[in-house]
């Protein structure tokens, strides 16, 4: 292995193989995954309104009047 004039090693594959490996393992027990013991539950307060505008011509409001026994 050629060692640089700068005094620094350069990780061949394998180190680098070794290093992922031992970064990997030193993560693994940090992370714990566990599930809730009682359901989770969501709450959510909606309040749905609904408003029905509507508005006529002229002629077709008088055409309605004239015609009321139909609607």
């Avoid at 061949?12 to 290093?19: L, S």
């Avoid at 309104?49 to 009047?65: M, P, S, T």
């Amino acid at each position: 292995m050629k060692i640089p004039k700068t005094g620094a090693r350069r990780l061949t594959i394998g180190d680098r193989y070794v290093a992922v490996t031992i970064g990997a393992a030193a993560l693994a027990g940090c992370v714990q995954i566990d599930t809730p013991d009682k359901p989770i539950e969501i709450n959510l307060n909606i309040n749905i309104r609904q408003e029905v505008v509507y508005r006529l011509d002229g002629d077709a409001k008088k055409l309605i009047e004239q015609n009321s026994e139909i609607f």
